[in-house]
């Protein structure tokens, strides 16, 4: 669900186990998703992207999964290391002028 | 590897002061961003650039911010008088062409005092 401010869902995984962040988006008519990683005092990092017309998309490492049926996306690490470390955001492109709508985002730790 | 660039890093300021907060987006790209980050809280939309107009701006956008684009490689967001309510990291963004990624710059944190 919706966290605001510090609270933050987070998500501790033991290092070389996989990772799996969930987002949830309200508009149907969305068709094109982004996550970011922001590591803390950086600005958000691509990471990989998926359209409406896709299931899914593998990239290095990374799975991004598209559910339109319950407006779910997912997006999981293969083999989590420590520099893995970070907080991950979807957004939602929106379709006129491209404006991101940011998730409120989950913190991943990695345990060595 | 192309990147976007933002200077100062870090900017502190007395309120009413104004402000200017650069970035040289990558340079092939033709759609540019602002978002700001107030701490702990996640990323907001302030404007969308195009074509040297807005193409988009958020509610935060009133009119004590404008942006610009003044030569071929720099974008501007200048705040004319701050308020406290304006510290937060402000983070560039820049896009190559229309329905694809935003690749943000690494922001300039701003303090209001």
């Known amino acids: 669900g919706e966290s605001v401010g510090l609270h933050l869902p987070t998500l501790s995984v033991q290092e070389g186990d996989n990772s799996i962040i969930n987002c949830a988006y309200s508009n149907s008519a969305s068709d094109y998703f982004i996550w970011y990683k922001q590591e803390s005092g950086k600005g958000p990092q691509f990471i990989i992207d998926i359209r409406s017309n896709m299931d899914k998309r593998q990239g290095q490492r990374v799975t991004v999964l598209l559910n339109k049926t319950v407006k779910h996306l997912s997006l999981q690490i293969a083999a989590t290391q420590p520099g893995d470390s970070a907080v991950y955001f979807c957004?939602?492109?929106?379709?006129?002028?491209?404006?991101?709508?940011f998730g409120a985002g989950t913190i991943l730790r990695v345990k060595s | 590897e192309p990147e976007v660039t933002q200077t100062p890093s870090h900017q502190v300021t007395q309120m009413g002061q104004e402000v200017i907060l650069r970035c040289v987006p990558i340079?092939?790209?033709?759609?540019f961003y602002w978002y700001r980050q107030i701490l702990g809280q996640k990323v907001e939309f302030l404007v969308s650039?195009?074509?040297?107009?807005?193409?988009?701006k958020s509610e935060i956008f009133d009119d004590q911010f404008s942006v610009e684009r003044p030569d071929g490689s720099n974008f501007t967001l200048k705040i004319r008088s701050t308020k406290l309510e304006d510290s937060a990291m402000y983070f560039c963004a820049s896009m190559i062409r229309d329905r694809e990624a935003q690749y943000f710059g690494p922001g300039t944190r701003l303090l209001v005092l």
């Open positions: 340079s092939n790209h033709l759609y």
């Open positions: 957004a939602d492109a929106m379709e006129y002028g491209n404006k991101l709508v």
């Open positions: 650039f195009y074509n040297n107009e807005i193409s988009e």
